[in-house]
T-cell receptor, first 111, second 114 residues
Framework: QQQVKQSPQSLIVQKGGISIINCAYENTAFDYFPWYQQFPGKGPALLIAIRPDVSEKKEGRFTISFNKSAKQFSLHIMDSQPGDSATYFCAAIQGAQKLVFGQGTRLTINP | EPEVTQTPSHQVTQMGQEVILRCVPISNHLYFYWYRQILGQKVEFLVSFYNNEISEKSEIFDDQFSVERPDGSNFTLKIRSTKLEDSAMYFC????????????FGDGTRLSIL
């Protein structure tokens, strides 16, 4: 119940294309869903986050879509750029406690 | 922009030795966390800390682990007797409060147990 399942494990997208990463959860008590971007040798950096009372949140080229009834959420990266190549983690949290991370998606944007 | 800083960036230790990983959280943050990431795997929660007490800990955080905030700025993770399987990246994180505020991560300490 504490798991967050993330797919795909790896993703290759052409420059300018749309990258889509999906996550699913079971614990309905989760109330905050952040996405983190991690470059090699660096810590996870917060990219964008959403609360379950919102169905979509957009920041620049990054959009989170949230489906509360299906217990799924996804990250869309529009106009993907080579600099977006990184590992992306979805996560979920209940209150002040631990972040539960998905397994990660290694995204490669081909120039 | 304020950031979480961790030292050292890489620690090599013999199995059975004690190791202390250090973190300086963002100055106005009140909640502190340790996570670890075994190579190629997802980030896993170890422990959360607030008001000089452990708030929650995972099954990984056994009696060999301890955390401390020795002064107003540092937050440390101690592993008393390291094992080979403790080899991982250890990340410190902090957040300003406990109401769905983002956790900000440091760049981690790579711990290698020989």
């Amino acid at each position: 119940q504490q798991q967050v399942k993330q797919s795909p494990q790896s993703l290759i997208v052409q420059k300018g294309g749309i990258s889509i990463i999906n996550c699913a959860y079971e614990n309905t008590a989760f109330d905050y869903f952040p996405w983190y971007q991690q470059f090699p040798g660096k810590g996870p950096a917060l990219l964008i986050a959403i609360r379950p009372d919102v169905s979509e949140k957009k920041e620049g080229r990054f959009t989170i879509s949230f489906n509360k009834s299906a217990k799924q959420f996804s990250l869309h990266i529009m106009d993907s750029q080579p600099g977006d190549s990184a590992t992306y983690f979805c996560a979920a949290i209940q209150g002040a406690q631990k972040l539960v991370f998905g397994q990660g998606t290694r995204l490669t944007i081909n120039p | 922009e304020p950031e979480v800083t961790q030292t050292p960036s890489h620690q090599v230790t013999q199995m059975g030795q004690e190791v202390i990983l250090r973190c300086v959280p963002i100055s106005n943050h009140l909640y502190f966390y340790w996570y670890r990431q075994i190579l190629g795997q997802k980030v896993e929660f170890l422990v959360s800390f607030y008001n000089n007490e452990i708030s929650e800990k995972s099954e990984i955080f056994d009696d060999q682990f301890s955390v401390e905030r020795p002064d107003g700025s540092n937050f440390t993770l101690k592993i008393r007797s390291t094992k080979l399987e403790d080899s991982a990246m250890y990340f410190c994180a902090s957040s300003v409060d406990n109401h769905n505020q983002p956790q900000h991560f440091g760049d981690g300490t790579r711990l290698s147990i020989l």
